[in-house]
């Protein structure tokens, strides 16, 4: 069954550094990747996803992503973080029927000033 | 286009109560979609729907029923909360599976004591 593990549940991180917020994925076929972003008391929204093509992805809100097929990762980066990033990030795959998302646990972006 | 609504916002259950949770999209979406999130937990798919008239369990779907009559409309239904079922439930819907992005609703915070 694919899965995918998001190796940080917290990251704090200062205003205008760069962030990158990990993400693995365990899949014997091929793969679509996502992720959303849940800013507090809202439902998720997409981020970004790889379907095919280019490895790097942009997203919205200066994101982007890196797949990378030998590692099974699907790294998420920004170089410069604002305060309005801080929010919940997931990371998900499709199941192989492709009917359902399944999604990991999720990585707690906190920007400080 | 209002997208994914779900209503009510907010609900306090008591023990053995029932209630249903309202999800309505406008977007002529085939799939549809309940899951719930707790903290530190992700979210677990509840059920979902890939046409009026079929539904199909997820990976939580016991205590919930969830029917789909109409393309817009796909209410999900607790039959004796416990509290356990204490959590954010959010809907969401697709044009199709595997590599289309699912749009969510704002959620319902649900509370059974």
């Known amino acids: 069954a694919q899965s995918v593990t998001q190796l940080d549940s917290q990251v704090p991180v200062f205003e205008e550094a760069p962030v990158e917020l990990r993400c693995n994925y365990s899949?014997?076929?091929?793969?679509?990747l996502f992720w959303y972003v849940q800013y507090p008391n809202q439902g998720l929204q997409l981020l970004l996803k790889?379907?095919?093509?280019?490895?790097l992805v942009k997203g919205i809100n200066g994101f982007e992503a890196e797949f990378n097929k030998s590692q099974t990762s699907f790294h998420l980066r920004k170089p410069s973080v604002h305060i309005s990033d801080t929010a919940e990030y997931f990371c998900a795959v499709p199941n192989n029927a492709g009917n359902m998302l399944t999604f990991g646990g999720g990585t707690r972006l906190m920007v400080k000033p | 286009n209002a997208g994914v609504t779900q209503t009510p916002k907010f609900r306090i259950l008591k023990i053995g109560q029932s209630m249903t949770l309202q999800c309505t999209q406008d977007?002529?979406?085939?799939?549809m979609y309940w899951y719930r999130q707790d903290p530190g937990m992700g979210l677990k798919l509840i059920y979902y729907?890939?046409?009026?008239?079929?539904?199909d369990k997820g990976e939580v779907p016991n205590g919930y029923n969830v029917s789909r009559s109409t393309t817009e409309d796909f209410p999900l239904r607790l039959e004796l909360a416990a509290p356990s079922q204490t959590s954010v439930y959010f809907c969401?819907?697709?044009?199709?599976?595997?590599?289309?992005?699912?749009?969510f609703g704002p959620g319902t915070r649900l509370t059974v004591t």
């Open positions: 790889y379907l095919s093509g280019s490895t």
């Open positions: 969401a819907s697709s044009y199709d599976g595997g590599g289309y992005e699912q749009y």
């Open positions: 899949s014997s076929v091929s793969v679509y």
């Open positions: 729907s890939v046409g009026a008239g079929i539904t």
């Open positions: 977007m002529n979406h085939n799939y």
